[in-house]
Every structure is written in structure tokens, then in C-alpha cells.
């Protein structure tokens, strides 16, 4: 006798979630590690955003380019295909307005530092945490 069992939390096919129909704010994720992708995802979704996220910054670029501006952009530092540092004026050449934050494992004050000069909005340091997570989305969604 065999059952299906759902799992409490329903894992994305694919590298994209939305929050179920509703209109919440759009986020982009670029990032080469899937856990930490589908962490951020899974933890946004959660409380309404809608989330795609990229492996690679080339395809990251090409979204920004061929779709609709997101709302936020998760933007790691280091990508085996760029540098996410080096991308951000570019990014924000062609969206001024989108607050870019950028994530990494490196959390010293010199990438800190650089990330915010090259015009990051924040820089959140991996691992983090998900309650660290939920007040900087609050308050980066609440200045915009």
C-alpha cells in the first residue's frame, strides 16, 4: 500500500517561484551556488516576492537586459563567469534605480567597502541569517 506524501514546502522545478499568483515585489537572485539560491528563494517566496534566480552573471545581464526591471537584485561577488563588483555601474547604468545587494563569503570590510562604493545598496554576508534576511528585504522594500 503505497501513499503519496506532500512535503511541507513545494520545491521549484526549475529556476523559477512565484508567490502563487500574487503581484509581489519581483526579485532577481544572480548567484553560482543553487543552495544558496533556493535558500534565498524559498525564504522570499515565503513572504510574497516573486524570485528568479541565474547561476551565471552573463545570464544575469542578459535578463536585466531582455526583461521587465526587477525590484531587487541579489548580486554575488564572486562568479566563476565575472566579477559581480566589477558589474554593478554597468547594472546601474542601466537601472539606476534598482537597489542591488550583494552577497559573498567573503565578509571583510575591504569587499564590504567595495561592493558599496561601486554602488551596492547593501552587503549581505554568507552564511546569513534568514531573520537578517526578512528586516533588510522590510526595509530595502519600504525605501524604495
Not at 515585489?25 to 548567484?31: A, M
Not at 526587477?70 to 546601474?92: C, N, Q, V
Amino acid at each position: 500500500m503505497s501513499q503519496d506524501i506532500k512535503p511541507d514546502v513545494e520545491l521549484p522545478s526549475d529556476s523559477v517561484l512565484t508567490n502563487r499568483g500574487k503581484n509581489g515585489p519581483f526579485i532577481l537572485i544572480i548567484d553560482d551556488e543553487p543552495d544558496i539560491c533556493k535558500l534565498l528563494q524559498l525564504s522570499l517566496v515565503k513572504h510574497g516576492y516573486s524570485v528568479k534566480y541565474v547561476h551565471a552573471l552573463t545570464e544575469g545581464m542578459q535578463y536585466l537586459q531582455e526583461h521587465q526591471q526587477p525590484d531587487i537584485l541579489f548580486l554575488d561577488i564572486h562568479l566563476p563567469d565575472g566579477s559581480g563588483l566589477e558589474a554593478i555601474p554597468d547594472i546601474k547604468m542601466q537601472c539606476p534605480a534598482l537597489p542591488v545587494i550583494t552577497i559573498s563569503a567573503y565578509d571583510n570590510g575591504m569587499e564590504k567597502q567595495k561592493a558599496l562604493k561601486a554602488g551596492a545598496s547593501y552587503f549581505l554576508a554568507k552564511p546569513f541569517n534568514v531573520k537578517n534576511l526578512d528586516e533588510l528585504m522590510g526595509t530595502m522594500l519600504s525605501s524604495k
